[in-house]
């Protein structure tokens, strides 16, 4: 049963806080109807690239939908605009909150200042916030992973892969957390063959530079490190890593994707022959489990954090040459055990 403090709301209060929702980010829901059912569910508000970005975001979408189908209630889905400010964000968590959705999640660590200030305002509303551990608040889970330690297998499986002795690294934003993902695997490489030289290098140094979004950018510096002998890039860039994806491919390389399986998406199958594979953090399995711990009535808070051992970071084996080659999948499965046990620090910066 779903907890009955969830608030309810209807008629013309409902159309007027849509118009909220809609001066700060487009949004669509689960129901076509225009009064709640007070009864609502799982709303997530997306970070930059947004809906479709093959990703992050569309992760976390992945897991709303789980909720919805499971639980049978009515979720809601918001975009960012372009140049929002922590105002914007938090007006979007706000309007959100108001109408009745339990939990309400901000996809990315840019919503930090958004989620702790709606939290506040509505202390019976479990808020999540992915990609960061800063707030502390008896109604705020922070989502985070060991992104170093998924990347530190993609090093391996680089080194083991590269013909030329040289592998590259793209990152979104020059920020702490993708200086996990250069960090892991850069030491997966290393640790694998001291001889493999990676090129790393960040696309801009703030995310409104576009970083995350930016398949231009990203397309360009793949090209680049392409062009310096690496046979293998791995890109932590959200959207921007379909550009690096594409190179990849267009040169004859391999690609490694990122969050989410790239190899079985539909936006990237032109391309799924050079995903060698993708350094995966399970942000659907994390914000379904948020959705359900709040359904269970037993709502999650504090850090919320997914690794190696939980499953919530891996790497995919949808490519059949990268699944069906043995010696490549025991020096990863090697690796893993050794990262799992503690015998392997993996690096986070």
Known sequence: MRRISRITVAGAATASLALALSACGSTSTSSSSSESKGDKGLAIAYDVGGKGDQSFNDAAYAGLEQAKKEFGYETADVEPTDGE??????????????????????????????????????????FGIVDDATIEADNVADLVFSEEQASYLAGVAAAESTETNVVGFVGGVNIPLIHKFRAGFEQGVKDTDPKVKVISQFLTQTAEEGGFSSPDKGKSAAEGQIEKKADVVYAAAGLSGQGVIEAAAANKVWAIGVDSDQYRQEALAKYKDSILTSAMKDVAKAVYNLAKSVEDGKPATGIVKGDLKTGEVSLSNSNPKFADDAELQEAIE????????????????
């Open 85 to 126: 400010t922590d105002a914007d964000k938090e007006q979007r968590l706000v309007s959100l909150a108001k109408q009745g959705y339990n939990p309400v999640v901000g996809v990315g660590y840019a919503y930090a200042a958004a989620v702790k200030g709606a939290a506040e305002k509505f202390p019976d509303t479990t």
């Open 334 to 349: 090697t690796a893993k055990e050794k990262i799992v046990s503690g015998e392997i620090k993996v690096k986070s910066s």
